[in-house]
């Protein structure tokens, strides 16, 4: 036992393993310092009238913590009295805390939070977004995920190519319900995450034979599940088909068009707090119906639903760019609906293009309003996932952009 600064004295024991990740997991479910909870635990546990039931402490490997000054030696003292070892003593208290802290429960919202992952311009990376903070969304609450901690964006500007220096904590995942639509025609989330795509065939139904009414059965047949741990039986799939194509064709011949997808997905709404749509590179109806999909309805709180714009650090984004908001700003005033941006998503970004990338991530942070609210690094973790034909935080969960795509999740929260 060591003294540290600030009244805390260093202490060691051993703790099992699994009860060791138990406490990591929790403390950062509450958001407090690990030696928080270990002095709250033994606090209550010397406060027992006798000792609670023995825990099973094979194989505990060596523990360290700060405690308050005195505290460990009071401690050693009751675990004398109650005839127990300090390591079974600190086991006991750990479990003790955790039985009393359980976690938080997800708070399920009335509507599903609709995100609307969108840009008129193809090649930015769509796709990508909507499978990793999809995924993002998804993880296992029960267990520490790396996420990479929030900054000004603006000191991208003067970063090296280096990114050893970025700072990361663990955190919990969110544990959310998630459904990702391939509502793209070209079918590349639905390819990237190693799922077939629905044929087009006239007796097969699809998200857009739901849309314009042809649909005979459920659209709840067509999800599909991403089987992988992490998730837990969360992240779910609505995959594309080819018939996508002729949508804008289609919805022209139905009433209310711009309500057509938000009546087709209706029926899956219940069974998700999270439903990320990955639009096609379009300015047409189909368009229409997806932003609408994702305005803000009367009892929801601003920025719950809404577009996230994807672009790159290059001026063909920025054409792009403003077409996409001239169609949501007409939607916005022709039919009287609120439609939130949620953030730019400045995507595939690389400082050593030099000038032409930070001066074009300069010009998206300038614009303020929808902000930046995550710059994504052109790495090569999302490329060989996509060649594997999986999520990028199941192919790298520990990688800088999977950390990155968990920040972004964290940031339109």
């Known amino acids: 036992m060591t003294s540290v600064p600030g009244d805390r004295e260093k202490v060691v024991s051993k703790l099992p393993g699994e009860l060791w990740q138990r406490l990591k997991v929790r403390a950062a479910q509450h958001r407090i310092e690990i030696q928080t909870a270990v002095q709250r635990g033994i606090t209550a546990w010397m406060a027992l009238a006798s000792a609670p039931g023995t825990v099973d402490t094979a194989g505990a490997e060596s523990f360290s913590t700060f405690l308050p000054s005195g505290q460990w ?118 390819n990237q995450l190693g799922q077939q795509e629905i044929p087009m065939a006239p007796n097969v139904d699809s998200l857009s034979k739901h849309m314009t009414g042809e649909a005979k059965g459920d659209i709840r047949d067509l999800v599909v599940k991403i089987q992988d741990d992490r998730y837990g039986g969360r992240l779910d799939l609505l995959p594309g088909c080819q018939d996508g194509f002729l949508l804008d064709v289609a ?24 439903i990320i749509v990955d639009c096609p590179p379009s300015l047409g109806l189909s368009m229409d119906a997806a932003i609408f999909y994702g305005r803000r309805r009367e009892d929801e709180d601003p920025g719950s639903s809404g577009a996230l714009i994807v672009v790159q650090a290059e001026d063909s984004s920025a054409d792009a760019y403003d077409l996409l908001v001239s169609q949501i700003e007409d939607l916005r005033s022709d039919m009287t609906v609120e439609i939130d941006y949620l953030g730019i998503v400045v995507n595939l970004y690389d400082a050593r293009r030099g000038f032409i990338a930070k001066s074009s991530l300069q010009s998206w942070i300038e614009i303020q309003d929808p902000r930046v609210v995550a710059v994504i690094g052109n790495l090569t973790d999302q490329l060989k996932a996509v060649r594997m034909r999986q999520s990028l935080l199941s192919f790298a969960p520990r990688g800088e952009q999977a950390a990155t795509m968990r920040a972004l999740a964290r940031e339109v929260s």
Not at 164 to 172: R, Y
């Open 73 to 190: 030696e009071a401690f050693r003292q009751t675990a004398g009295s109650r005839g127990v070892s300090l390591t079974q003593g600190l086991a006991q208290s750990v479990q003790l805390w955790l039985e009393t802290n359980p976690a938080p429960a997800v708070v399920r919202a009335k509507h599903p939070r609709r995100r609307i992952v969108c840009n008129q311009k193809g090649g930015v990376g769509k796709t990508s977004v909507t499978a990793g903070m999809g995924a993002a969304f998804a993880e296992d609450p029960e267990s520490l995920y790396l996420v990479r901690i929030s900054k000004h964006f603006a000191a991208l500007l003067e970063e090296t190519e280096d990114s050893s220096t970025l700072e990361l904590e663990e955190v919990p995942g969110l544990g959310r319900r998630t459904l990702l639509v391939d509502f793209d025609p070209q079918r590349h989330l639905t």
């Open 251 to 274: 919805l022209s011949k139905v009433r209310f068009r711009e309500g057509s997808l938000e009546r087709a997905l209706a029926p899956l709404e219940p069974f998700y707090d999270e």
